[in-house]
């Protein structure tokens, strides 16, 4: 079986783009640690992994961080395609 990657998520807690993305990990039963940042002193970690904005949500997954909310959500689906949350083309009906 392969090692599943760690998985942080590092937010603030009044963000509700952060809640967006904690709701995704949590419907998908996905174990991740939650690292709540300053956004007046921003860390390194943030620094980093949010090259361009240096904004959260970012979710870490193993060393690839991926920011932005709904790019999160669409990495989730790819990543953990069991418990889709986005509709896929498939899924849309054509009237």
Request: one cysteine or more; glycine letters at 4%; hydrophobic letters at 40%.
């Amino acid at each position: 079986m392969a090692k599943e990657h760690k998985v942080r998520l590092l937010g603030t807690w009044r963000s509700p783009f952060v809640y967006r993305v904690r709701l995704a990990v949590k419907l998908n039963g996905i174990e991740y640690e939650c690292i709540e940042v300053d956004l007046k002193n921003k860390s390194p970690l943030l620094l980093e992994s949010n090259l361009v904005h240096k904004l959260v949500p970012v979710l870490i997954h193993g060393n690839n961080p991926v920011s932005e909310s709904s790019v999160i959500l669409e990495f989730i689906d790819e990543t953990w395609p069991e418990n889709p949350l986005m509709p896929h083309d498939h899924d849309i009906a054509v009237a």
